[in-house]
């Protein structure tokens, strides 16, 4: 995994910064022409073969945050005619993800290499173990390509550890095959594949594919002093900012919500939710019944498992019932969710209640544009305060938590949980869709309670984190303790 500490991720943040900024002072459509060159001076050694090819990936990052796809996009028009479409445009467009074909580094197909630590030992188990003859030793091991399946079976045999692979990081992250190659070499992502994991977004070190931001939608609406913006975060938010609940609360009002909802609100809902509903199939004859809370995952089973689709279960998401919450006390109100996460924007797009989706990264440069400190803050007084278990939804189990310290009959539940949807994540969740669909005979012990996160460590270990994942998970979990203890209810 991609450390968060890094250049591209920087990169990305100084380009929300200087929008928030220039927004903010009605400058938008003018001063967003500078960005490149501002950001990319004549005295600035080049991170690619010249200056001016540097300016055109931050201006296609520039485009990115500004919400609009880079692809096929018409070339001869300015920076400021997109900032004037971004500024008019009623809501958010589709996809929720963009690849900027000028940082795309067309890696070389993935493969397998032997390195200069080969000892051309005797033993040879390279040789050995390759099922098509495709390694050749002569004092030194050498793979020929033309035969080579890269199965890898010379790499896990090799007691020097002197072969390698070299991956394509963004297919190497994607769980569901979305992502190939087009004519040129470089990546492309299939739309009806993909999930929205954001795996790609995190993993190209190139910083390739990139999120459609919709702060410069979500500032408009602040700005506009008839709208009411309502601020809906996620347990995981909290996690991402050293300051207790009433610091970040206090933050988000000062950025300009009208009010300030935890989603861990509506967390307690679906834990309520799905552990009745978990209780009623299992009294039906269910074989199992998997969580419903990571959009991510959801469409994985709608697009690449069918056999477990009648095992989602029915109840809404977290995001859900906290914005249905809002709209039923303002039905006028505009609800921002904020979290982690990319698969949210997509779930954002198809949910009647949610208006606008931010992530950790949007509105950490929210704040910054503002001055907005969220551990120097005194904090404000918390009104409706979630649950221990519904703050604890952020982190991979949590869920499984959830629900199992509210079912009245815990003799019934066999819990499972998968943490982190990767390519291996995914042969799992098909060896549970043969077991429901009757291919593989259920045992006793056969789980029937599936928690499943996309992202390895829970919402925590996002793709839109800024916050390193041990930092968070401490941090969580003193967020966590002070919510309200449900087996003392």
Same mark, same amino acid.
């Given at each position: 995994?991609?450390?968060?500490?890094?250049?591209?991720?920087?990169?990305?943040?100084?380009?929300?910064?200087?929008?928030?900024?220039?927004?903010?002072?009605?400058?938008?459509?003018?001063?967003?022409?500078?960005?490149?060159?501002?950001?990319?001076?004549?005295?600035?050694?080049?991170?690619?073969?010249?200056?001016?090819?540097?300016?055109?990936?931050?201006?296609?990052?520039?485009?990115?945050?500004?919400?609009?796809?880079?692809?096929?996009?018409?070339?001869?028009?300015?920076?400021?005619?997109?900032?004037?479409?971004?500024?008019?445009?009623?809501?958010?467009?589709?996809?929720?993800?963009?690849?900027?074909?000028?940082?795309?580094?067309?890696?070389?197909?993935?493969?397998?290499?032997?390195?200069?630590?080969?000892?051309?030992?005797?033993?040879?188990?390279?040789?050995?173990?390759? /099922?098509?003859?495709?390694?050749?030793?002569?004092?030194?091991?050498?793979?020929?390509?033309?035969?080579?399946?890269?199965?890898?079976?010379?790499?896990?045999?090799?007691?020097?550890?002197?072969?390698?692979?070299?991956?394509?990081?963004?297919?190497?992250?994607?769980?569901?095959?979305?992502?190939?190659?087009?004519?040129?070499?470089?990546?492309?992502?299939?739309?009806?594949?993909?999930?929205?994991?954001?795996?790609?977004?995190?993993?190209?070190?190139?910083?390739?594919?990139?999120?459609?931001?919709?702060?410069?939608?979500?500032?408009?609406?602040?700005?506009?002093?008839?709208?009411?913006?309502?601020?809906?975060?996620?347990?995981?938010?909290?996690?991402?900012?050293?300051?207790?609940?009433?610091?970040?609360?206090?933050?988000?009002?000062?950025?300009?919500?009208?009010?300030?909802?935890?989603?861990?609100?509506?967390?307690?809902?679906?834990?309520?939710?799905?552990?009745?509903?978990?209780?009623?199939?299992?009294?039906?004859?269910?074989?199992?019944?998997?969580?419903?809370?990571? /959009?991510?995952?959801?469409?994985?089973?709608?697009?690449?498992?069918?056999?477990?689709?009648?095992?989602?279960?029915?109840?809404?998401?977290?995001?859900?019932?906290?914005?249905?919450?809002?709209?039923?006390?303002?039905?006028?109100?505009?609800?921002?969710?904020?979290?982690?996460?990319?698969?949210?924007?997509?779930?954002?797009?198809?949910?009647?209640?949610?208006?606008?989706?931010?992530?950790?990264?949007?509105?950490?440069?929210?704040?910054?544009?503002?001055?907005?400190?969220?551990?120097?803050?005194?904090?404000?007084?918390?009104?409706?305060?979630?649950?221990?278990?519904?703050?604890?939804?952020?982190?991979?189990?949590?869920?499984?938590?959830?629900?199992?310290?509210?079912?009245?009959?815990?003799?019934?539940?066999?819990?499972?949980?998968?943490?982190?949807?990767?390519?291996?994540?995914?042969?799992?969740?098909?060896?549970?869709?043969?077991?429901?669909?009757?291919?593989?005979?259920?045992?006793?012990?056969?789980?029937?309670?599936?928690?499943?996160?996309?992202?390895?460590?829970?919402?925590?270990?996002?793709?839109?984190?800024?916050?390193?994942?041990?930092?968070?998970?401490?941090?969580?979990?003193?967020?966590?303790?002070?919510?309200?203890?449900?087996?003392?209810?």
């Amino acid at each position: 995994m991609l450390n968060i500490n890094n250049n591209t991720a920087n990169v990305k943040r100084e380009i929300l910064v200087r929008i928030a900024k220039l927004q903010l002072e009605g400058k938008l459509e003018e001063g967003v022409h500078f960005i490149p060159r501002e950001m990319v001076p004549r005295n600035k050694p080049p991170l690619r073969c010249c200056i001016f090819h540097d300016r055109e990936i931050i201006r296609m990052r520039t485009l990115a945050r500004l919400g609009i796809s880079v692809e096929n996009i018409d070339e001869e028009r300015t920076l400021g005619s997109f900032a004037k479409e971004a500024l008019e445009r009623e809501k958010p467009t589709w996809p929720m993800l963009t690849v900027i074909h000028e940082a795309c580094n067309a890696c070389v197909k993935a493969h397998y290499m032997v390195t200069n630590a080969c000892q051309g030992c005797d033993a040879r188990p390279c040789k050995m173990n390759c /099922p098509r003859n495709a390694i050749i030793v002569d004092h030194h091991a050498h793979i020929d390509e033309s035969q080579c399946i890269n199965c890898g079976k010379c790499m896990d045999n090799c007691p020097y550890h002197a072969i390698i692979k070299i991956p394509v990081p963004c297919e190497e992250a994607c769980p569901v095959g979305a992502i190939s190659k087009d004519e040129s070499g470089r990546e492309t992502i299939d739309y009806h594949k993909c999930i929205f994991c954001g795996n790609c977004m995190r993993e190209c070190p190139f910083g390739a594919m990139m999120g459609k931001s919709q702060l410069v939608d979500v500032i408009k609406n602040l700005m506009n002093k008839d709208k009411k913006v309502v601020a809906l975060y996620a347990p995981a938010i909290a996690a991402q900012f050293n300051g207790i609940p009433g610091q970040v609360k206090e933050a988000f009002k000062l950025a300009g919500f009208h009010k300030v909802y935890e989603v861990a609100l509506g967390a307690d809902i679906c834990a309520d939710n799905e552990a009745k509903e978990f209780t009623e199939r299992m009294k039906r004859g269910d074989k199992m019944m998997t969580t419903s809370c990571c /959009p991510a995952y959801v469409r994985a089973i709608r697009k690449h498992v069918p056999a477990l689709n009648d095992c989602i279960s029915e109840t809404r998401s977290p995001m859900h019932y906290t914005a249905e919450m809002a709209k039923k006390n303002d039905p006028d109100c505009i609800t921002v969710f904020i979290g982690p996460c990319l698969a949210k924007r997509y779930e954002g797009f198809i949910d009647e209640s949610v208006d606008y989706v931010l992530t950790t990264l949007d509105i950490e440069s929210l704040f910054i544009a503002k001055e907005i400190y969220v551990s120097k803050l005194n904090g404000i007084e918390e009104t409706m305060i979630p649950t221990a278990s519904g703050r604890n939804f952020a982190k991979s189990g949590g869920v499984l938590d959830a629900v199992a310290l509210r079912l009245q009959d815990k003799s019934i539940l066999r819990p499972a949980k998968i943490n982190g949807l990767s390519k291996s994540g995914m042969k799992v969740l098909n060896a549970y869709g043969m077991i429901n669909s009757g291919k593989i005979p259920s045992k006793p012990d056969t789980p029937n309670l599936i928690e499943v996160m996309a992202c390895e460590g829970g919402c925590i270990g996002g793709p839109s984190i800024i916050q390193n994942y041990k930092q968070a998970e401490i941090q969580l979990a003193k967020y966590v303790q002070t919510g309200i203890d449900k087996t003392k209810e």
